[in-house]
Structure formats: C-alpha cells, structure tokens
C-alpha cells in the first residue's frame, strides 16, 4: 500500500504560520482527491480540508480563511498552509488520499481513502 508521509509540523506560538507537507513514497500514486483531518486528545477526528484534481476545495468551519490546502502536482506533494494559528488547532494532523465516491465519513476529507498518513503534531501555545 501507498505510505503518505507527513512533515512540518512542530511547537509553536499562537497567531503565527505553519505548513504541512505530506508526500506519497510512491511517486506514480495518482488520486482524484487528497486531504487532511485533524484529533486533538480526547476530541473526535475532524475534516480539516481537501482538494480535488479539479483543483475544488472544501474547508472546515474552524479553519475557513485562515488555512489554505494546495497541490504540487509535479512534485507529487500535498501542502497545508495553517496561518494565524489558535490553540484550539492543536492536534495530530494527518493527510489521507482518495477518489470522489464511495465509502465516506464526516471526518475524512474524501471518500475511497486508499492511504494514510502517520501524522504529524502541531501544537498551539498561548
């Protein structure tokens, strides 16, 4: 199976900027949608956002105009740019790959996910 792999995460203070990269170990991994959820300790998973190969985007509430999913399609690598951070974004993030139907759920950020990531911690102080 496709092995997602995650970085940039990291220790830091609230208000500023953190990005996420997550990159297949397959690099001929193709996918009409790619994604990232988020489970803070003690929380439920949570959708964070996603992005489509149309280049659709779809947000969480919490995280609407503050972050920003894209894709490098050359360089095969999904990226989750977190700005003005709150302490509430605390939580392992992990980034998911998948299609556009099948099997879904609130918390994943598209259906059919087919590869997983081993997430990576973000950590939002006051």
């Known amino acids: 199976a496709v092995q997602l792999v995650e970085s940039g995460g990291g220790s830091v203070q609230a208000g500023v900027s953190l990005r996420l990269s997550c990159v297949a170990s397959?690099?001929?991994?193709?996918?009409?949608?790619m994604g990232w959820f988020r489970q803070a300790p003690g929380t439920e998973r949570e959708m964070v956002a996603s992005i489509n190969s149309d280049g659709g985007t779809r947000y969480a509430d919490s995280v609407k105009g503050r972050f920003t999913v894209s894709k490098d399609n050359a360089e095969n690598t999904l990226y989750l740019q977190m700005n003005s951070l709150k302490s509430e974004d605390t939580a392992m993030y992990y980034c998911?790959?998948?299609?556009?139907?099948?099997?879904?759920?609130?918390?994943?950020?598209?259906?059919?996910?087919?590869?997983w990531g081993q997430g990576t911690m973000v950590t939002v102080f006051s």
């Open positions: 397959d690099v001929t991994y193709t996918h009409s949608c």
């Open positions: 998911t790959g998948g299609g556009d139907m099948g099997y879904s759920s609130s918390w994943l950020p598209c259906a059919a996910v087919d590869a």
